[in-house]
């Protein structure tokens, strides 16, 4: 049974910094690619960035390219988004997910395309 548990969130203060992880388990981790997702209070559940099984390609939504960077540990089955200069705006649950059969050469940005996901962890960002 694939499992993923997101730490490191918190509270911090614009322009700030935080480090999410993502902890995998229940099958070989770097078959997949990962992605992170994120919802704000009555919003839909955005992308953020996502990573190929081998951590060869990343991708970033607009919104976050340069601030952000995900990567990922297949010896340690973990998935890791760096987050920099925080805005306010940054205040959301974060998730990770992962995909099911079917990606091992293409790493989806859609959240439909994602078949596990996390509990969420939650980031706010004081302005």
């Known amino acids: 049974q694939v499992q993923l548990a997101e730490s490191g969130g918190g509270l911090v203060q614009a322009g700030g910094s935080l480090r999410l992880n993502c902890a995998a388990s229940g099958r070989t981790f770097s078959n997949y690619p990962m992605g992170w997702f994120r919802q704000a209070p009555g919003k839909e559940r955005e992308f953020v960035a996502a990573i190929s099984r081998l951590g060869t390609n990343t991708y970033y939504a607009d919104s976050v390219k340069g601030r952000f960077t995900i990567s990922r540990d297949n010896a340690k089955n973990t998935a890791y988004l760096q987050m920099n200069s925080l805005k306010p705006d940054d205040t959301a649950v974060y998730y990770c997910?992962?995909?099911?059969?079917?990606?091992?050469?293409?790493?989806?940005?859609?959240?439909?395309?994602?078949?596990?996901w996390g509990q969420g962890t939650q980031v706010t960002v004081s302005s």
């Open positions: 997910a992962t995909t099911g059969e079917g990606f091992l050469y293409r790493t989806p940005r859609t959240y439909s395309e994602y078949a596990y």
